[in-house]
């Protein structure tokens, strides 16, 4: 579906303009009105219910008319008890501790001057996302929170129901008499559209949250004049040390890749140590095989176990997103801090061992956003953060590293308070 | 001058390769020993002063033949008095607080699992920046106290000495056992060079650092395909309040201009309270013209003093870095608000007044890197905020506004430490 805009440009600029504009004030309000925002588009998504869901239904028959993959349309369908969610999620959102004001420091200067670093909201947050309709409201919740303005940009298969979803979104802004601008949704499913959000819109936007297929973060990491805060890829390793308790390894190793295999913190490459590969490999990989994951070997693994395949070069770069996984084995944790610094995306790393000191020597030396211990790699999400919600993982090592929640989505100033300094 | 390398993008993907893996040592290394490099390095320029000298001459003669102008030569000269300066930095640097490994945050889960979020070096870091010999010192003894590598790109005037210096940089670090990949030259005055850094070697380079006129920070940020840290303009503005102490005021804006106008915190823009406009145009105006300043005001305060010049819209949007300020009557502290919202650079801004209530507004509302009260704006700076020295200053709004010191040249993982935690 296309609805072509001719002034899409001109609609755009004014939309960022407007966006900018309310920022200012969403960014200077009391946590208490922002609160009461929150509360007022919960109330305003729970009136328009049916009609979100008729809206729903639309898209759903365009997708089954074009043919969506299963995934896909799961995704995008909503139902009453998930609209119930997302709302609930909104209400938790509004729960959570006001971000904006926060001071970060406080310090004096000999001179007199009293320095103090304060947290500030972003400004104008593009978010360009996939045809998942809950995303439209988490990620305008979490801005609106954090003391942002946010333009949209949703997959076209969920045209109807986010556009939808954002007219509660701006009615709930407009009853706490709130500037509606403060959301912006692009009004056509037109491409052009992302590309005006990556050209920076004449300084109104001040960073975009891709989330979706490595092509779409690729070509908003190339094309985008503004910051990008997000992830290309989710390439997590399992590290089992010979230190490893083996019936704690083979449950989390099985939950790391099999619990949700389309999530970015799903494992892609597990590693055995060299020093018990004899025990590890067959035990791993038959846990693996059993729930009906395909493992995919180097030759020593494959050695030590018959239904493993071979892996080729190409695998340890390869993020599956599936029911396949590769296996590695590597001397120790030398071994296998090495592969991981070749291979990983700077998102999630995971080691088992019941040895403090190699345990430690991973943590400190593996350099991705997460790094865990004795755990599985699917805790990688804002809400196992406790951060309440999160509106992606970032893998970039700038301003925001893993989970990206109303923290995440603000800055800081500095405000210095004299009494008539002149520098000397 | 001109050095041509045949092989430059091989030399730099190499260098880039070398600082990659170097930066992998130096950010796992202990405090103390970085501490080891950085003495070893000032023993080392301490040693090489006179052939630094002669580098330094080399550099000066081909200025002169160049026709360079006077305040670049100036930028340009080292004297035994300088490098002492430069080399006393590196010891002041070291002696700051070693930001890696600091624990940010700690946290448990309901789980059990315990959270922490861990300061880290960024990587690998670009800077390039004019012909001033200081900075080649400082950004790599800076970028090596928080852990980091880093490829310096000098101005090309500066070539001879930066060179010597960088050898000096490596030598130290040679001295301690650490890889002298970690401080990279690009090796020619080439162009080219820039561009290669700028398309970010493969990965290797993970945040880039520009310092120089408008042209140059442009083209980074146009052309960049990493993270960009620094500032366009600095277009800073002082407001002169009602409340303002007229005493104060004219001293703290003739230093805000005055003090060094070449430097980015330089006030460009004075905003002078319609309702004392009577009074503090002329008095503000003369006490900056007495000191040798040229003063283009707007038709108000044209009419309120005989030796103000008209401005043209054209000011409000002009760094000048010279004895030249813009002047305009605003509607008390909103219209100076609304003024700085549409023409600052988000650098600095200053409000004079002795009206708390006004102050608070100004210093809440205004969204810029840094907001004052009752000071100059030339407190704009690393070591008058205590952070011992700067690579720059950001008015970017994501991971670092403001100084860019040691801290700043960090980001931060997250360490999760389970006993078997399996997600649900």
Known sequence: MTETINDLPQVMLEGAKAARAASRTMGTLSAEKRVEALEAIA??????????????????DAAEDNGLDAPMVDRLRLDDERLGGIIQGVRDVAALDDPVGDVLAEWERPNGLKMS????????????????PNVTVDASVLCLKS??????????????TSRRLVECVRAGLKEAGLPEGAVFMVPTTDRAAVGHLL???????????????????????????????????GICHVYVDKGADLEKAKAIVVNAKLRRTGVCGAAETILIDKARADELVPEIAGALIDAGCEVRGDETAQARHDGIVPATEEDWSTEYLAPIVSMRVVDGVRGAIDHISHYATGHTESILTEDEDTAEAFLREVDSAIIIHNASTQFADGGEFGMGAE?????GRIHARGPVGCEQLTTFKYVVRGDGQTRP
């Not at 109330?43 to 759903?60: C, G, V, Y």
């Not at 003391?147 to 949209?152: F, P, R």
């Open 199 to 233: 050209s920076g819109l004449e300084g109104n936007l001040d960073v975009i949250v891709p989330r979706g297929g490595r092509s779409l973060v690729e070509r908003v990491s190339q094309e985008a004049r503004v910051p990008v805060i997000g992830h290309l890829e």
């Open 43 to 60: 109330r305003h998504l729970e009136a328009a219910k049916d009609d979100i869901l008729s809206e729903n239904k639309k898209d759903l």
């Open 147 to 160: 003391g942002n303005a946010v333009m949209l940009r949703p997959g076209s298969d969920s045209f109807h």
């Open 117 to 132: 670093r304060i947290r500030v909201p972003l400004g104008v947050i593009g978010v360009i996302y996939e045809s998942r």
């Open 391 to 395: 509106i992606g993982i970032s893998t």
